[in-house]
């Protein structure tokens, strides 16, 4: 395994959010913020008519933007040869787009701990040998050298063994193997794995999940419910404008965020002149 020059840190590539961490001076896994000081990053890239682009914008300006400028769950359509997506007059294929988020995270980290040189990225369970190519080929853009491609079930449950102060303590008292089920329901992604570690191995029984399934999919599914909802009451489906699902999108996903506290919530929704709340 080759390392280049610079900091090696871990880097959690999601459909609609990422992040980056280093391990501190005392070995401790630290999340890294971006320069607006938070711990994830977007995953959306905003194509600018002026041909700059912005990496992870905060979801309001990102929901007013022009659809047509928008990128987002670029995960999903990695490692597919029939992506296609012109911009600036060049076609921009899924490593491209998923570079920009990596080299996003290594320059906003880089400000704060200096060069990073190495990066293990992880991915979903089942991540074919192309999604898998693609990932590894995206870090290789960003400017970073992917010593390692991590399962994300995997990751979870080093975590959860380290925590619990048995990952690589032999003298940690386990009379026999652990299972533990990993539960991944992502922003795009699903997977459940069942897993089985002691303080120096490690082996996954069973694993199942699902690439098009995700926080998205919620989104959606009460974006139709509220939009079906207004078509019945005024004639007229806000669906017909792309820029308004940018904005009952990003409504329906703060909605959903409120009902993880409250019981239930209101969405407002406003289309040529009529509103409703459901």
Do not use: W
Request: charged share 30%; proline share 5%; glycine share 8%.
């Amino acid at each position: 395994m080759h390392f280049e020059p610079g900091h090696t840190v871990g880097i959690d590539l999601g459909t609609t959010f990422s992040a980056i961490a280093i391990l501190d001076d005392e070995g401790k896994p630290r999340v890294i913020p971006n320069e607006d000081g938070d711990i994830e990053t977007a995953s959306v890239i905003l194509l600018a008519d002026s041909g700059h682009v912005i990496v992870g914008p905060n979801r309001m300006r990102a929901a007013m933007e022009d659809p047509q400028n928008v990128i987002e769950r670029i995960k999903r359509y990695m490692g597919m040869p029939d992506y296609r997506r012109t911009f600036d007059g060049r076609e921009i294929s899924p490593e491209f787009i998923s570079a920009l988020i990596l080299k996003k995270l290594r320059q906003d980290a880089e400000k704060q701990i200096g060069k990073i040189g190495n990066a293990v990225v992880t991915v979903p369970y089942y991540f074919n040998d192309a999604r898998r190519k693609a990932t590894q080929d995206a870090g290789r853009i960003a400017g970073l050298n992917v010593i390692d491609i991590m399962n994300e079930p995997t990751a979870a449950t080093l975590t959860y063994a380290y925590r619990e102060g048995v990952l690589g303590n032999p003298e940690a008292r386990v009379d026999q193997p652990k299972k533990v089920l990993v539960y991944d329901l992502g922003g795009g992604t699903f997977d459940v794995t069942v897993v089985e570690y002691t303080p120096t191995q490690f082996r996954v029984l069973a694993t199942d999940g699902d690439v098009q399934l995700g926080g998205v999919d919620g989104n959606d599914r009460l974006l139709d419910y509220v939009a079906d909802a207004f078509k019945q009451r005024h004639g007229i489906d806000p669906r017909e404008s792309p820029q308004m699902i940018q904005i009952l999108r990003n409504d329906c996903d703060l909605a959903k965020i409120e009902l993880s506290e409250k019981t239930e919530t209101v969405i407002h929704c406003r289309y040529e002149g009529r509103a409703i709340d459901v």
